[in-house]
């Protein structure tokens, strides 16, 4: 099992690669999964905040080439399931650095499990089947 501090350490064998093509040319995407915890009693507030997505934030993932991101939620933990689409995953690594996504992390800070640097704290989950 890979750990991360938020996006900052992806390795790329905890990754399924997706290939698509389209007008002449391939479209190389890579699929990360990955747990987070919520605290308890945040549920409406976790998707409250994440239904107000900060349209800078939102700029900043898709310029980091995320092209699909979801989160889902097990109600009885607590426990947050995110799966996205990327383009390049070493891109996610400047991620930690940028003034949006720091700030974004302390605004979650006080509902979430986070790190002392306010990044989720986050276990990558390895790929144990996909159909296609």
Same mark, same amino acid.
């Given at each position: /099992?890979?750990?991360?501090?938020?996006?900052?350490?992806?390795?790329?064998?905890?990754?399924?690669?997706?290939?698509?093509?389209?007008?002449?040319?391939?479209?190389?995407? !890579?699929?990360?999964?990955?747990? &987070?915890?919520?605290?308890?009693?945040? *549920?409406?507030?976790?998707?409250? +905040?994440?239904?107000?997505?900060?349209?800078?934030? *939102?700029?900043?993932?898709?310029? $980091?080439?995320?092209?699909?991101?979801?989160?889902?939620?097990? *109600?009885?933990?607590?426990?947050?399931?995110?799966?996205?689409? /990327?383009?390049?995953?070493?891109?996610?690594?400047?991620?930690?650095?940028?003034?949006? &996504?720091? +700030?974004?992390?302390?605004? &979650?800070?006080?509902? &979430?499990? $986070?790190?002392?640097?306010?990044?989720? !704290?986050?276990?990558?989950?390895?790929?144990?089947?996909?159909?296609?």
């Amino acid at each position: /099992m890979c750990r991360t501090n938020g996006f900052a350490a992806l390795r790329l064998n905890c990754h399924e690669h997706i290939f698509s093509f389209s007008h002449q040319h391939i479209d190389i995407m !890579v699929r990360h999964a990955f747990v &987070m915890q919520l605290h308890p009693g945040q *549920e409406a507030e976790y998707r409250r +905040r994440h239904d107000a997505l900060w349209p800078e934030l *939102e700029l900043l993932l898709k310029e $980091t080439g995320i092209r699909e991101y979801s989160i889902f939620l097990e *109600e009885s933990t607590g426990r947050l399931f995110g799966v996205l689409n /990327m383009e390049d995953p070493t891109a996610l690594d400047k991620l930690p650095e940028h003034p949006v &996504m720091q +700030r974004w992390w302390a605004y &979650m800070a006080d509902i &979430m499990d $986070t790190n002392a640097d306010h990044s989720p !704290v986050s276990t990558t989950l390895k790929e144990v089947f996909y159909l296609k």
